[in-house]
């Protein structure tokens, strides 16, 4: 054997490991982004101590059962509301914010609206990524008694039904 094909040899062991690791890498990150997300959070919102009611057909995100998420309109399916439930959040993309809901759902919210999550106040809520499982309130205009709001958000228990539901698609 000489030299040369020693090198030769080398070199094509390297090409391998490295297609093999670019391979690998390649598809972890295909099969992240393919991944069905498919989280829920609670939700109200008050605007001068009226809570407003999301349940209508217009704010709903209409579709058959069993649509895949991973495929359609990427900004809808961040965050969106289904099955005239107007306080659980429907969230089919990693990192979708509050802002993301209500510009969905056509509901412009002041950027200085109030935001209590699990009932601690959070800065700029609409900017903030939507947590798996929070219970949010929002505070528009003026508003009191604002700690019996809080103590009133959406329960655990009613994302968790949300979310049972929704799993076996609607019918029971
Ligand atoms: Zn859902």
Redesign the pocket.
Known sequence: MNKKFWIVFFLIDILLIAGGIFWFWHNRDTDHHQDEV?Y?AGFQVYVDDVKQDFSDFKYMKIEPCGTDHSQGDDQLEKAHL?DNIGDVV?VHRDGATWGDLFANIKYPLPEDVTGYVNGQLVPKILTMPIIANASVVFLAGENTNISEKIAARVSQERIAEI?KK?EKCGDE
Do not use: A, M, T
């Open positions: 498919h829920h289904h429907h979310e929704s």
